[in-house]
């Protein structure tokens, strides 16, 4: 079965451009985003690694650990690398995963067998310091993925777990929050001394808790 919002990430060891790993040692006590792409010396791929690699600091920021993975070996994705630093002008700061026998692909479901039988798509999954996964996203080969998306995406998460606040559509970092449901008035007003303006008793729009 595929792997759904709240599982337990799966744990596994793996041998990665920066050493063998096992992933959830790996992590350690923060949050972690695990991208699968379909192949090394790809075009598309290149322009992702590569852009990752530029925004690696906003990740860090934000207390998250980056790890790539394809189905090619390792001496491929050291070659490869080279070729990203270059054509991106860029420094890849991040493991990437040599999943050659397809164990963590097929572990993550990242293998689609009716779009590719033997690459993986190009899967996201983001993973909480609790261990279990909070996002997962998947995107055909031919279209990169929009990594402030995926660091809008964290934001809300965090937003979340630190003060019980969701996102309404489109949110960008700075806007409004929504107060979740499980708060009451009672509580919130406690827990938001700015106050909320409510639409109706269940959309109550507070500013943004952390600015
Ligand atoms: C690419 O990264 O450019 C790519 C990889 C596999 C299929 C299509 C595009």
């Known amino acids: 079965m595929a792997i759904q919002l709240g599982d337990i990430a799966p744990d596994f060891e ?10 959830h040692d790996w ?3 923060g949050w972690a985003v ?14 992702e690694l590569g852009t990752v690699a530029k925004i690696k600091s906003e990740f860090d920021r934000r ?9 090619d070996g390792l001496e ?13 002008k860029t420094t890849v700061n991040y ?9 963590v692909s097929n572990l993550y479901g990242m293998i689609h067998p009716n779009a590719n039988d033997t690459l993986t798509v190009r899967s996201v999954f983001v993973i909480g310091p609790d261990k279990k996964v909070k996002l ?24 979340t777990a630190n003060h019980q606040v969701a996102t309404p559509a489109n949110w960008k970092d700075g806007e409004e929050c929504v107060i979740v449901p499980a708060v009451s008035d009672a509580d919130a007003k406690a827990k938001f001394p700015k106050g909320w303006k409510a639409l109706r008793p269940y959309l ?3 500013p943004q808790p952390n600015k």
């Open 27 to 29: 992590i350690g006590s």
């Open 14 to 23: 793996a041998q990665t451009t920066e050493g063998p790993i096992r992933f």
């Open 136 to 159: 997962t996203l998947t995107y055909p080969a031919s279209t990169g993925r929009n990594f402030d998306e995926i660091l809008r995406v964290i934001d809300s998460l965090q937003l």
């Open 34 to 47: 695990l991208f699968s792409h379909p192949a090394d010396y790809t075009p598309v791929c290149t322009t």
């Open 63 to 71: 207390g998250v650990k980056v790890i790539a993975l394809s189905v």
């Open 204 to 206: 109550r729009l507070t």
């Open 95 to 103: 493991p990437i995963i040599a999943d050659t026998d397809r164990r």
């Open 76 to 88: 491929s994705h050291k070659g490869w690398i080279s070729d990203i630093n270059d054509t991106q």
